[in-house]
């Protein structure tokens, strides 16, 4: 499951409460995971594919060839509980939505078990598993929740990290320092920064 920042309507979390249950009840945690993976899965594919994008959401689509197309390709690929909350999206002339509904799936998921999602931002996208592990118990202890990490890389970026949970930026690059050192400077004024340095000078003799 990944996460994005976005707001996400009412309309989408009614159906994804909606699967949640569906997934709750035909297997419990498990079956949520699964569900929320495969959800995700088709989120990505709609996302990433705009003829995809186009064939969920347009309504000159007939309902029906759709519906009949969504089996054919996702029988036997996705659970029976994905599969007919797509068909009745479609019919429900919800299926553009889907994105939104994987989205909020997460969100009813994480608030459920305790969890937050969590993308990390590094010059090669990945991090060692005892950085992870530091790293997992630092937000654990701020936020109460368990984080589930999204690895990403960042060929800009100096070193260090950027973290981004919710709408919530958190910049401990390299490059985001400076930029702090260099705001601060400027907000203290060359002759504070010259009386600072004076002072350290005479400390050091």
């Given at each position: 499951?990944?996460?994005?920042?976005?707001?996400?309507?009412?309309?989408?979390?009614?159906?994804?409460?909606?699967i949640?249950?569906l997934?709750?009840?035909?297997?419990?945690?498990?079956?949520?995971?699964?569900?929320?993976?495969?959800?995700?899965?088709?989120?990505s594919?709609?996302?990433?594919?705009?003829?995809?994008?186009?064939?969920?959401?347009?309504?000159?689509?007939?309902?029906?060839?759709?519906s009949?197309?969504?089996?054919?390709?996702?029988?036997?690929?996705?659970?029976?509980?994905?599969?007919?909350?797509?068909?009745?999206?479609?019919?429900?002339?919800?299926?553009?939505?889907?994105?939104?509904?994987?989205?909020?799936?997460?969100e009813?998921?994480?608030d459920?078990?305790?969890?937050?999602?969590?993308?990390?931002?590094?010059?090669?996208?990945?991090?060692?598993?005892?950085?992870?592990?530091?790293?997992?118990?630092?937000?654990?202890?701020?936020?109460?929740?368990?984080p589930?990490?999204?690895?990403?890389?960042?060929?800009?970026?100096?070193?260090?990290?950027?973290?981004?949970?919710?709408?919530?930026?958190?910049?401990?690059?390299?490059?985001?320092?400076?930029?702090?050192?260099?705001?601060?400077?400027?907000?203290?004024?060359?002759s504070?920064?010259?009386?600072?340095?004076e002072?350290f000078?005479?400390?050091?003799?």
């Amino acid at each position: 499951m990944s996460s994005n920042a976005t707001t996400i309507d009412e309309v989408a979390r009614v159906y994804a409460l909606s699967i949640f249950q569906l997934a709750e009840e035909a297997g419990g945690e498990d079956k949520i995971h699964q569900t929320g993976d495969e959800l995700e899965a088709i989120a990505s594919i709609v996302r990433e594919d705009a003829k995809i994008a186009e064939f969920f959401r347009s309504p000159i689509v007939d309902i029906e060839k759709r519906s009949e197309a969504l089996r054919r390709i996702l029988d036997g690929q996705v659970s029976d509980v994905v599969l007919r909350f797509l068909l009745v999206l479609n019919h429900k002339s919800r299926l553009g939505r889907i994105t939104d509904i994987a989205e909020a799936f997460v969100e009813i998921a994480n608030d459920r078990f305790g969890r937050v999602e969590v993308d990390v931002f590094t010059v090669d996208g990945a991090m060692e598993d005892t950085q992870l592990e530091s790293l997992r118990a630092r937000i654990v202890a701020r936020m109460g929740r368990d984080p589930v990490f999204h690895q990403h890389a960042d060929a800009s970026m100096i070193g260090g990290l950027v973290l981004r949970i919710g709408d919530q930026l958190i910049d401990g690059s390299v490059r985001g320092r400076l930029r702090r050192i260099r705001e601060d400077l400027k907000s203290r004024g060359s002759s504070d920064v010259r009386h600072t340095a004076e002072r350290f000078m005479g400390d050091a003799d």
